[in-house]
């Protein structure tokens, strides 16, 4: 196999796998919701899922991105032989946060008062079962169950034929469209690595961890936006776009070597450091306090988040 083939088959496993396990949380939740499973085990079996995405989304951050971020930045920066005081890496880090930041409470701030009323509306209309989407009534029990917390309130036995209540704050639409762009632009720069490799030890070396790590994500990835009440076709579309950026930056990383010139490692690191800023905002702000804050199986929630945590450590480590 030569050099080209060897890149043209890393990009096609990129692709493939990345969506075929992105996808898999919708078909094994609609049909559980397709089969009538309505119950609390259910809710409870997505919760606990969820705190093994939660710990997969630390690790991918702690021991993933911020390194890499950091020392790309300190690289870049020494080549170009500029002397620094200033702790610029982690400031491009900060400044991925805060934007993310300001651009969800600009958007809350906007459109607070339509989502109140649509949620007060949803308490007050009734709609049968047949209206009502089987993936987001699976999705509504298990946000139910998981976020009611977030108001203080004790939750009452409601109507059947009743929406249930969902916290938009917590699993707003902005963060989900905000992490899998943080995600995407970060798996751009991993498939740039392999498409700039010189021999095909390299490129596979490099593509076997990549793709694990791939799949690893966009199950977790998948699952969240699921839980978030994201429509079937947008969550689509989103695992889409995460899937063909690896294998984007694969192409981008041959262009590269094939033209014979050399990509701007500056721009590069900087552009990582304010991805891994904007996933910091997703980890902590969204995914952990969401599965910690609940009142059931606390400390078996915490083991398998130390279970997801362990997955990346194990691929980190092991892959050097």
């Known amino acids: 196999m030569d050099l080209l083939g060897a890149k043209i088959l890393a990009l096609l496993l990129l692709l493939l796998l990345t969506l075929l396990f992105g996808v898999a949380p919708i078909s094994l939740l609609n049909r559980a919701a397709s089969e009538g499973v309505r119950s609390g085990s259910h809710a409870r079996s997505l919760s606990l899922a969820s705190c093994f995405v939660g710990g997969v989304f630390l690790g991918t951050c702690l021991l993933d991105l911020l390194p890499d971020s950091l020392s790309g930045i300190h690289d870049a920066v020494a080549k170009l032989g500029v002397q620094i ?13 805060f934007v993310v930041l300001l651009i969800e409470q600009i958007f809350l701030h906007c459109h607070g008062n339509s989502t109140k009323r649509d949620e007060e509306r949803s308490l007050l209309i009734p709609a049968s079962d047949d209206e009502e989407d089987p993936l987001q009534r699976s999705v509504n029990v298990d946000n139910d169950m998981s976020l009611g917390h977030s108001h203080g309130d004790l939750h009452q036995p409601r109507n059947r034929h009743t929406h249930l209540h969902v916290d938009a704050a917590s699993h707003s639409p902005v963060r989900s469209l905000v992490l899998v762009l943080s995600l995407s632009l970060h798996s751009i720069f991993e498939g740039l690595a392999v498409g700039l490799q010189s021999s095909v030890l390299r490129v596979l070396e490099l593509v076997a961890p990549l793709v694990l790590h791939k799949v690893l994500i966009a199950f977790s990835l998948c699952l969240k936006l699921v839980q978030g009440g994201i429509s079937l076709y947008f969550t689509f579309s989103l695992m889409l776009l995460f899937a063909v950026m690896s294998p984007l930056g694969v192409m ?57 945590f362990s997955a990346v450590t194990a691929i980190v480590f092991f892959t050097g």
């Open 85 to 97: 005081v200033f702790p610029l890496p982690e400031f491009v880090v900060a400044i991925g946060f």
């Open 252 to 308: 981008i990383g041959i262009g590269v070597t094939q033209a014979g010139t050399s990509e701007n490692g500056l721009v590069r690191s900087l552009l990582e450091g304010f991805s891994t800023g904007t996933f910091i905002y997703i980890t902590f702000l969204e995914v952990l306090p969401h599965e910690l804050n609940t009142g059931s199986d606390r400390l078996l929630k915490v083991l398998i988040l130390i279970s997801g």
